[in-house]
């Protein structure tokens, strides 16, 4: 098991690689912006973006050290120590656990128990922590910003950096009111957090790039890839066009469209972003609404804001923490 005093034994010597996966507007890169001002030593981060859209998945990366000259790499990284997930739909939509070692912590924003997320992601080798990170943020940030809450489930299971070494850090970004309520989210993360420690530390000697993975971490490598650059060109190989894209994966809610209290006034159909207003022509001939496409529909909730007659409402996806099962076999605690 990690203690403060191994932790800091082996940023001597060694790096500490972190990913965060995310949505767009979740606060994945203010999280591992956090991380570098937090930690004692030396640290360096960066985003990785895909399409910039509010929902979109997003990665952030951060490599920590006591020694400088360990951490001069501007590259992605391929083999995180810790992996946090602010949004458990990502568990099923991307292979966040790409890279991680044996014995390395997956932290996941989640009401799933951790045999559940053992059985998603298809790993058994690796440390879970769970945090109702959702739940914290409603009841005391207010909205549903988990960026700062992952980090107290971090800090439960690292001993990267301590409470108020990370309370400092938020205190030089945010002011008043703000970093009052986000430090009080942190300790709750803290007590909260659920650990599942199979009793194996990860080799923090481990920092490569994984050989030909190309584009994105769960993604072919470069004998799948277009000869004439990185498009990917073969459905056999990956899904192709936008509208194959699970984008009603990436919000928290499910939007319910009541048809007794419609006026089919379409102001739904002309905001939605992504095409998931369903209509229908009747037999007058005329348009009328028929309801949500939810595998198109993120929940941006611009729907629910504009329709006149309150015939649109929503309905949050996560329900309440199972936090861990006791584990049957060996290693559990």
Not at 174 to 201: L, M, P, R, S
Not at 309 to 328: N, T, Y
Request: charged share 25%; aromatic share 8%.
């Amino acid at each position: 098991m990690l203690t403060p005093e191994k932790v800091k034994e082996v940023l001597k010597e060694n790096t500490v690689n972190l990913r965060f996966h995310a949505r767009g507007g979740q606060g994945g890169v203010t999280a591992s912006n956090l991380c570098v001002e937090a930690f004692y030593g030396y640290g360096i981060c960066q985003p990785r973006f895909g399409a910039e859209r509010m929902g979109s998945p997003t990665e952030s990366y951060v490599r920590l050290s006591a020694n400088a000259d360990l951490i001069r790499s501007n590259e992605q990284v391929y083999s995180p120590h810790f992996v946090s997930v602010l949004d458990p739909s990502l568990l099923g939509e991307i292979d966040v656990t790409a890279g991680l070692p044996k014995g390395g912590w997956l932290i996941v924003n989640t009401t799933l128990d951790q045999v559940s997320i053992q059985q998603i992601v298809g790993r058994k080798d690796i440390s879970i922590a769970t945090i109702d990170a959702t739940r914290i943020a409603l009841d005391i940030l207010g909205r549903n910003i988990t960026n700062t809450i992952i980090l107290g489930a971090l800090i439960r299971v690292s001993h990267i950096f301590s409470v108020d070494e990370l309370a400092d850090a938020i205190m030089r970004r945010f002011v008043g009111k703000i970093a009052g309520t986000n430090i009080e989210a942190i300790k709750q993360a803290v007590e909260d957090t659920c650990v599942y420690d199979i009793g194996i530390d990860p080799d923090f000697t481990t920092d490569n790039k994984v050989p030909w993975q190309q584009v994105d971490l769960d993604l072919p490598g470069y004998k799948e890839l277009d000869l004439a650059g990185v498009w990917y060109c073969d459905e056999d190989v990956i899904n192709v066009g936008s509208d194959q894209v699970n984008t009603g994966s990436w919000g928290e809610w499910d939007v319910i469209w009541d048809e007794e209290k419609c006026t089919d006034c379409a102001q739904c159909w002309y905001i939605c972003p992504d095409f998931a207003i369903l209509r229908k022509k009747g037999e007058d001939g005329l348009w009328h609404m028929a309801g949500i496409d939810h595998f198109h529909c993120k929940s941006c909730l611009n729907c629910l804001e504009v329709c006149p007659v309150d015939a649109i409402s929503k309905k949050l996806r996560q329900g309440p923490a199972a936090c861990a099962v006791p584990e049957e076999q060996e290693g559990g605690n």
